[in-house]
């Protein structure tokens, strides 16, 4: 059998460089990946996880999504510390091994869990199906457009949960009147460390009709968020059949340089969605501006379906066909969907609920169905064209 192919997450443990030197020198396995930060242990390929019980990003959600991959876990433990074996059982590792073993011990363990790994792959199992029921999508576009204001009114239309994962200027607690907490920190500790009940993290807005999971208390806590985490929370949520709106696929630039991707939230809401609804200014700057997010979508989820809402729409038809057709000629969208400025939207948010029925709650009702027309499209895209102008 060929050398199995192993990442190896990077701690302070003597283990993991005597390991990684052994492996180098000698063989038994090939390190294919240092891992520091979890999001590198989900996108790199390999056979085996070995990660020791003093990494801070060991969860039970994240090894779960390791295996569900068709990676192995392998969980080292110090045999002075009695509850060490216990956490790395608890999280779920496939096996689990002493950190004084000796090299020996640890290629063993490695060959058995990559070998495991292989048959698994080469013969499907049966009756395994995705958990997730519902949909996710997520409502993006660049600064100043109104996406908040879309995403909530949007929630409701479609009887679904709001989720408020914008790092750069969350919102919807303050559109909403909710509380600072609980939040989506809250939520993350609820599903990745079994620390409270899901339920308790979602509150409602004022009228308690929209179901809603507030965001970070302000801006500057972006460093608290991973985007491997708030995928999984998301995806916990969508568990159930009704539908999950997230908040914050607002800037997309990959900046670099940083210990933690700044913009990496974004990123990671717009690659897992199952249907991207852009909110787009309605003017000749706005839609330029727009444009340019949308070709940041475009590269990271080039197959995406995106759906337009062109927020504060002119009242006029021609006006509104120019939009539609540049908008159409330049993107492939499957649908253009007009909101109107409407000062009902204006009066509901000093109030903190939803809009009462107007030109702007008939234009979201129209953005909730072409929502919905996307989802229940099958992988094969059906040519987009039809136009939803709501007067």
Same mark, same amino acid.
């Given at each position: 059998?060929?050398?199995?192919?192993?990442? $190896?997450?990077?701690? %302070?443990?003597?283990?993991?460089?005597?390991? @990684?030197? @052994?492996?180098?020198? @000698?063989?038994?396995?090939?390190?294919?990946?240092?891992?520091?930060?979890?999001?590198?242990?989900?996108?790199?390929?390999?056979?085996?996880?070995?990660?020791?019980?003093?990494?801070?990003?060991?969860?039970?959600?994240?090894?779960?999504?390791?295996?569900?991959?068709?990676?192995?876990?392998?969980?080292?433990?110090?045999?002075?510390? %009695?509850?060490?074996?216990?956490?790395?059982? /608890?999280?779920?590792?496939?096996?689990?091994?002493?950190?004084?073993?000796?090299?020996?011990?640890?290629?063993?363990?490695?060959? #058995?869990?990559?070998?495991?790994?292989?048959?698994?792959?080469?013969?499907?199992?049966?009756?395994?199906?995705?958990?997730?029921?519902?949909?996710?999508?997520?409502?993006?576009?660049?600064?100043?457009?109104?996406?908040?204001? *879309?995403?909530?009114?949007?929630? &409701?239309?479609?009887?679904? *949960?709001?989720?408020?994962?914008?790092?750069?200027?969350?919102?919807?607690?303050?559109?909403?009147?909710?509380?600072?907490?609980?939040?989506?920190?809250?939520?993350?500790?609820?599903?990745?460390?079994? #620390?409270?009940?899901?339920?308790?993290?979602?509150?409602?807005?004022?009228?308690? /009709?929209?179901?809603?999971?507030?965001? $970070?208390?302000?801006?500057?806590?972006?460093?608290?968020?991973?985007?491997?985490?708030?995928?999984?929370?998301?995806? @916990? $949520? +969508?568990?159930?059949?009704? !539908?999950?709106?997230?908040?914050?696929?607002?800037?997309?630039?990959?900046?670099?340089?940083? !210990?933690? /991707?700044?913009?990496?939230?974004?990123?990671?809401?717009?690659?897992?969605?199952?249907?991207?609804?852009?909110?787009?200014?309605?003017?000749? +700057?706005?839609?330029?501006?727009?444009?340019?997010?949308?070709?940041?979508?475009? +590269?990271?989820?080039?197959? +995406?379906?995106?759906?337009?809402?062109?927020?504060?729409?002119?009242?006029?038809?021609?006006?509104?066909?120019?939009?539609?057709?540049?908008?159409?000629?330049?993107?492939?969208?499957?649908?253009?969907?007009?909101?109107?400025?409407?000062?009902?939207?204006?009066?509901?948010?000093?109030?903190?609920? $939803?809009?009462?029925?107007?030109?702007?709650?008939?234009?979201?009702?129209?953005?909730?169905?072409?929502?919905?027309?996307?989802?229940?499209?099958? &992988?094969?895209?059906? %040519?987009?064209? &039809?136009?939803?102008?709501?007067?």
């Amino acid at each position: 059998m060929a050398e199995p192919e192993v990442a $190896l997450v990077f701690t %302070p443990d003597e283990w993991v460089e005597e390991l @990684h030197r @052994h492996l180098t020198d @000698h063989g038994g396995a090939r390190v294919r990946q240092i891992v520091v930060e979890p999001e590198v242990a989900l996108e790199e390929t390999y056979d085996v996880l070995i990660v020791g019980h003093r990494w801070p990003a060991l969860t039970h959600a994240f090894v779960a999504e390791v295996q569900a991959r068709g990676r192995a876990v392998l969980g080292v433990f110090d045999r002075e510390e %009695p509850v060490a074996r216990e956490l790395l059982v /608890s999280v779920g590792v496939d096996e689990v091994v002493e950190s004084d073993g000796g090299a020996d011990v640890f290629v063993q363990a490695t060959r #058995r869990l990559a070998a495991r790994r292989r048959q698994l792959v080469a013969e499907p199992q049966a009756g395994v199906a995705s958990v997730r029921r519902g949909r996710i999508v997520a409502v993006g576009g660049p600064p100043g457009v109104g996406r908040t204001e *879309v995403a909530v009114h949007l929630t &409701s239309a479609l009887r679904g *949960v709001l989720v408020d994962a914008d790092d750069v200027g969350p919102s919807v607690a303050p559109r909403l009147g909710l509380s600072v907490e609980p939040n989506i920190r809250t939520l993350i500790d609820a599903v990745e460390h079994g #620390r409270g009940d899901v339920l308790d993290c979602v509150q409602g807005d004022a009228s308690g /009709s929209l179901p809603a999971v507030a965001g $970070l208390p302000n801006a500057g806590a972006w460093v608290q968020l991973r985007p491997g985490e708030v995928v999984r929370v998301v995806e @916990h $949520l +969508a568990r159930d059949t009704r !539908p999950v709106v997230v908040d914050g696929a607002g800037t997309l630039d990959d900046v670099g340089g940083l !210990p933690r /991707s700044r913009f990496g939230v974004a990123r990671a809401i717009v690659v897992e969605s199952d249907v991207i609804v852009g909110v787009c200014g309605a003017t000749p +700057a706005g839609v330029v501006r727009f444009l340019s997010w949308a070709v940041a979508v475009h +590269a990271l989820a080039g197959d +995406a379906r995106l759906v337009v809402a062109v927020n504060r729409a002119p009242a006029g038809r021609f006006r509104r066909a120019e939009l539609y057709e540049e908008l159409m000629r330049s993107l492939p969208a499957s649908d253009v969907v007009f909101l109107a400025d409407d000062r009902r939207v204006a009066d509901a948010a000093w109030d903190g609920n $939803l809009a009462r029925k107007g030109p702007f709650t008939r234009g979201v009702a129209a953005l909730a169905e072409a929502v919905r027309a996307c989802t229940a499209r099958t &992988s094969e895209e059906t %040519p987009a064209g &039809s136009q939803a102008i709501a007067s």
